[in-house]
T-cell receptor
Framework: GAVVSQHPSWVICKSGTSVKIECRSL??????MFWYRQFPKQSLMLMAT?????????EQGVEKDKFLINHASLTLSTLTVTSAHPEDSSFYIC???????????????FGPGTRLTVL | AQSVTQLDSQVPVFEEAPVELRCNYS??????LFWYVQYPNQGLQLLLK??????LVKGINGFEAEFNKSQTSFHLRKPSVHISDTAEYFC????????????FGQGTILTVHP
């Protein structure tokens, strides 16, 4: 099946620094990608929808200036956590739907996730 | 608003025993339903999905789920589990055909003991 990669798989940074996380669709193009956040022992929560060539759409309660999303190409979306603080420590997961083509239905593929720890 | 509730946070079971992981949802509109599995340090993998048609859906690895509209449930079942089924399982719903905006349940950790 299709593969979605994320880089880095884990990152540790100091409070106040910015961290960039990449999400790539390796063998298909994705005009839309999604970013989720997962706290320990909690479920995934949708943060934003990344749209190729246009602004991202953020879910209610998610600070767009805090979590910058750029979808520069059909295979790459980036999430930048700006001025990270310990409360931003979490597991960030991206996903991308692969269009099935005529008569079919899309399939959502998830990346392996990026664990961010802010000290 | 949509919501998903997985009633059991942890389910321990012995190998070769049957298992049922429960999922209930709340929505004012029709939904699409999914079960995903997450192995340690890996991404989510789709087990099965219900879009329409037969309410009994069969997925990978011998799992199946039944959509019950009247009870707003989508429970996941397997008649005989293996050690390799140990993982975290997530139920999710979406009302968009692209399945992008998924609302996830809290997850159920299935632990299969020898």
């Amino acid at each position: 099946g299709a593969v979605v990669s994320q880089h880095p798989s884990w990152v540790i940074c100091k409070s106040g620094t910015s961290v960039k996380i990449e999400c790539r669709s390796l063998d298909f193009q994705a005009t839309t990608m999604f970013w989720y956040r997962q706290f320990p022992k909690q479920s995934l929560m949708l943060m934003a929808t990344s749209n190729e060539g246009s602004k991202a759409t953020y879910e209610q309660g998610v600070e767009k200036d805090k979590f910058l999303i750029n979808h520069a190409s059909l295979t790459l979306s980036t999430l930048t956590v700006t001025s990270a603080h310990p409360e931003d420590s979490s597991f960030y997961i991206c996903s991308a739907p692969q269009a099935a083509g005529s008569g079919g239905t899309d399939t959502q593929y998830f990346g392996p996730g990026t664990r961010l720890t802010v000290l | 608003a949509q919501s998903v509730t997985q009633l059991d946070s942890q389910v321990p079971v012995f190998e070769e025993a049957p298992v049922e992981l429960r999922c209930n949802y709340s929505s004012s509109v029709s939904v699409y339903l999914f079960w995903y599995v997450q192995y340690p340090n890996q991404g989510l993998q789709l087990l099965l999905k219900y879009l329409s048609g037969s309410t009994l859906v069969k997925g990978i690895n011998g799992f199946e789920a039944e959509f019950n509209k009247s009870q707003t449930s989508f429970h996941l079942r397997k008649p005989s589990v293996h050690i390799s089924d140990t993982a975290e399982y997530f139920c999710a719903v979406s009302f968009l055909t692209s399945y992008g905006k998924l609302t996830f349940g809290q997850g159920t950790i299935l632990t299969v003991h020898p």
